[in-house]
Structures are given as structure tokens and as C-alpha cells.
């Protein structure tokens, strides 16, 4: 097996209104991705300020950044306990989660179903304290919390040995000591960098994608959201769709994307480890396999199960 050392896939879990907007767009902005293009970072802005004047926060489902040299793509999580297994797809795609908490508020039960799937997928966590500006802050408390929460949902030793950041979402600011001192992110992408472990594949292995969610676009029709698995994919690519196991379907990729920033960009390949699109296959849908024609794998179906925790 192959380790993709240039790539980090974290989904973040947070309360509605403890900051994931406004941390995804500092983190944005400091991972400089916009620096190379201008005229993208005023766009981006300016649907974002537009969203913000109608009063809803936008996150979206896929952000991509480069710190270091490193992509990190981040994936959101509805923020509830579903029923369509929505949440089990997104873990499916990420080997780690970043779990966000209100300096004041605390940990929120609505959380709850989340971090219990992940943590029972063995995923480990990095825990971000935020608004630590707020006068009314609890941090220790909050962190108690915290602790108690996951030995409810039976975290592992080394679950519990979580890396805890207290940030600044508003200031970009994150701090490893909430009484020190610091100008920038920069703690949060260092431990991102070292707390979630990098993807590994099979590099001699046919392509396998797994579809965790749908896209449409009047361009291209439907767009095959989720994570390249193992091998790779190109456009102009002849593949299998897959259902349940079953090979149902030809189909030849018509694009391939990527994620950078907020926005889907085209791509002449992506491999494994990564989180992409592609478009071209007409019957797709969620939980299916886009494989090799020559070797087609289906990937385990994902389950769709019932929550067994009842929200509160
Ligand atoms: P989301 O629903 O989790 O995406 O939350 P938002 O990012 O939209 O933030 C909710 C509110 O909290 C907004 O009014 C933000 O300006 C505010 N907020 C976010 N981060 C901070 C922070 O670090 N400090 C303070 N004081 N407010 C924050």
C-alpha cells in the first residue's frame, strides 16, 4: 500500500452557529489558494457575502486547501443524525474529523450522532475550541464536556488522547495554549497535518470510485460526487457503473474534477486517495462504484441504517 503524504481528507462536525463557516473561509484565505487568482477569490467572496445578506451560511459540501504543499480536503457533515445515510457516506471518505465546539455553548446533543459514527469508524479526532474571544468563554468546562462525550460514545485511548486548538474563527487566529499568543492559523494546519494520517492505496490497483453524492450541472447533467478509491480518473476514460455488485453499465467519463478552494475545477487526472467528480455517467447514483471495464470491483455498499440515538 501506497501513502499519499500530499494529501489530508477531514470532515468537520460542528454545531449550527459555533463558527464552520466562518473558520472554512479564514482557513481559505490563509492556505493562500486564492493568491494565485485574484479574480476567483473576489467571486467566491462576493456569492459568499451574498448568502450572508440573506442570512444563511453556506459551506460547501467539498473546500479544498493547500497548506505546505499538502491538500486538505475538507468535507462537511450534516449537522444532525439523518436518515438517508448521509452521514455515513461522508466518513466513508475521510480519515479524520475535526470536531468544532463553541467556547461557551459547549458541546451540543445534536452533535452527537456524528462524532459517534466516527468515532466508531475508529476515525481520529481533533478537537477546535472556538470563540474564545467571547467574554462568557468556559474553556475548561467546555473541554470536561468534551471528554465526557466521548467516553459516552466509547472513544478509544487514543481517541481520547485528542489534540485540542482554541481558535479565533473571526480573528483566523488558533491557538495550541488558549492563553497564549498568535497571529494565524497555523497551529490548526500543523496539527491537521500530523493528528489526521494520510491516505493510503493500493497504486496497482483498478479504478474503483465511490459515488457518495450527486451534483448537476446544465453543462454536463449529472456529476458523480465522491472519492477515488483506488486507481485513477482521466477524462475520456471508459469505465463500469456498478450497483450492489452488479456491473449494470458502460460508460466513458466525460470530465473529471477536483476541489480547490470552494470550486470544482477540471482535471486531466486524479488519483487515488483524492476527492473528486466526474461527469458522463448517466444512471449514477449514491452508493454505486464507477469501476474498470477490464477489472470491475465493486466497493462494499454502504449500509443506510437507522440512527439508534434519538436526538434530544
Ligand atoms: P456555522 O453555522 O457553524 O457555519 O457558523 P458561522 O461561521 O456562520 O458563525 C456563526 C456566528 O458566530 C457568526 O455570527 C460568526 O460571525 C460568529 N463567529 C464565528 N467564529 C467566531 C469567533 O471565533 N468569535 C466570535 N466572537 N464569533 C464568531
Known amino acids: 500500500m501506497h501513502k499519499r503524504e500530499d494529501l489530508r481528507n477531514l470532515a468537520i462536525i460542528a454545531h449550527v452557529d459555533h463558527g464552520k463557516t466562518t473558520l472554512a473561509d479564514a482557513m481559505l484565505w490563509q492556505s493562500g489558494i486564492f493568491r494565485a487568482n485574484e479574480q476567483v477569490a473576489e467571486r467566491v467572496l462576493d456569492s459568499l457575502d451574498l448568502e450572508r445578506e440573506k442570512g444563511i451560511t453556506i459551506?460547501?459540501?467539498?473546500?479544498?486547501?493547500?497548506y505546505r504543499g499538502v491538500k486538505i480536503n475538507i468535507v462537511d457533515t450534516p449537522g444532525h443524525a439523518d436518515f438517508g445515510g448521509e452521514v455515513?457516506?461522508?466518513?466513508?471518505?475521510?480519515?479524520?474529523?475535526?470536531?468544532?465546539?463553541?467556547a461557551t455553548e459547549g458541546p451540543l446533543p445534536q452533535t452527537r450522532f456524528?462524532?459517534?459514527?466516527a468515532l466508531a469508524k475508529g476515525l481520529p479526532p481533533i478537537v477546535v475550541i472556538n470563540k474564545i474571544d467571547r467574554p462568557d468563554r468556559r474553556l475548561d468546562q467546555v473541554l470536561e464536556e468534551i471528554y465526557d462525550l466521548f467516553i459516552?460514545?466509547?472513544a478509544t485511548e487514543e481517541q481520547l488522547d485528542f489534540p485540542v486548538l482554541y481558535t479565533n474563527a473571526k480573528a483566523g487566529i488558533a491557538l495550541t495554549d488558549p492563553n497564549g499568543q498568535g497571529q494565524d492559523l497555523a497551529p490548526l494546519f500543523e496539527t491537521i497535518l500530523s493528528a489526521i494520517p494520510a491516505p493510503v492505496y493500493d497504486p496497482a490497483a483498478p479504478l474503483q470510485f465511490l459515488v457518495t453524492n450527486l451534483e448537476y450541472s446544465d453543462y454536463v447533467g449529472i456529476i458523480a460526487v465522491g472519492k477515488v478509491v483506488s486507481g485513477a480518473l482521466r477524462p475520456g476514460q471508459d469505465a463500469v457503473l456498478i450497483k450492489r455488485g452488479e456491473t449494470v453499465g458502460k460508460a466513458r467519463l466525460s470530465q473529471v474534477y477536483t476541489y480547490e478552494g470552494l470550486q470544482r475545477l477540471s482535471a486531466d487526472v486524479v488519483q487515488a486517495g483524492d476527492i473528486a467528480s466526474v461527469a458522463g455517467v448517466p444512471d449514477v447514483f449514491i452508493g454505486d462504484t464507477i469501476g474498470d471495464p477490464e477489472d470491475p470491483r465493486p466497493l462494499p455498499v454502504i449500509t443506510v441504517e437507522e440512527p439508534t440515538i434519538a436526538m434530544v
Request: aromatic fraction near 0%.
Open 152 to 154: 459516552d460514545l466509547d
Open 114 to 117: 456524528v462524532l459517534g459514527k
Open 59 to 66: 459551506m460547501a459540501k467539498n473546500t479544498a486547501i493547500t
Open 88 to 102: 455515513e457516506r461522508t466518513l466513508n471518505m475521510v480519515d479524520g474529523v475535526m470536531l468544532l465546539v463553541d
